[in-house]
């Protein structure tokens, strides 16, 4: 970690955009420690048969048709910082496509650089396991990735004192359930899409799609909301434990860390987690998990903002 050479790098932010993306990344990247992904024997092995084992349970409790992606990736948090300052240059693109050029863009484009480097910095050393389908990708037949940061998660397990192959294990099953969603609704990308590229350039424009916004919301509850329910039919062991000590660890955390997961809307996700469960829970618990899965059949299945809260009303609403 070179603190001084990432600086540099933010102030040496250059070109027309309104974010050097290049100095982004080799910035983060300077900031932030890349771990080991030195795997002890079995290790890759041990990754590849969570995968296919939450492959298989989530299979046969949702009865949904999906696949993991081709690729998954055992990957350190450089490669994890390359990989997101793509996606993010991606979603950024509306904006910088109708960003307005003032008086003094240079100044504009390293503080941009700076704030970019700061949060990627941050989800660096803190995220565990990502599922991405790829939105706003060029070639949209790209296959979707399945990332696992190594040193993340062993230095979560070590924090959290839990063994850290349950700990990987519980990881991947939660990534997989997202591989499921995005495999039983091929709509779901491009519903997600075009609601981010429209909130994105009313913001650019000076204004706010409160509608996108929360259509973008209330789909990303749905998304982390299933991904629940099925872990709890799926995971092969009991994890309350790990849940809970993990709620502990972030809430634990120091002031500036808080201040950054507000800011990051890190807690906004976790309200996501326990909203949509809980209208999961409801649907399961008056019908089962073939009626929750309605919501994949198409974007007119989603439930809206307030049929989240009344899960009922979307059950009268869709029911056949």
Known sequence: MNLYRSARAVAGAS??????????????????DPGSIALAPGEREAYARDVRDARDGVRSVSGLEFDVPATVEIQNRHHWIDANVATFERVMGTLEDHAPSGAFPAVARTLNT?????????????????YDP????????????????RPNILAAADALEVDPDRFRRWIAFHEVTHAAEFGAAPWL??????RM???????????????AFRELDAAMTVVEGYAELLMDHAFDDEYADLRRKLDERRQGR???????????????????YER????????????????????????????SHSELDTPKAWLRRVDR
């Open 114 to 130: 700076g704030s970019m480097t700061v949060l990627l910095s941050f989800l660096g050393r803190n995220v565990l396991g990502q």
């Open 197 to 211: 590229e429209q909130g994105i350039a009313t913001l650019s424009e000076g204004s706010f799609d409160r509608s």
């Open 254 to 272: 120091g002031p500036i860390q808080q201040l950054l997961r507000r800011l990051l809307g890190l807690g906004l996700k976790r309200r996501q």
């Open 189 to 194: 990308s491009e519903h997600l899409e075009q």
């Open 134 to 149: 790829l939105l706003l990708a060029e070639a949209p037949d790209d296959d979707h990735a399945l990332y696992f940061v």
């Open 15 to 32: 070109g027309d955009d309104v974010i050097d993306w290049k100095s982004t990344a080799e910035a983060a990247k300077a900031a932030t």
């Open 276 to 303: 949509g469960k809980h209208f999961f829970e409801t649907i399961a618990k008056a019908r089962d998990l073939e009626t929750a899965s309605l919501v994949w059949e198409g974007p007119a299945y989603l439930p």
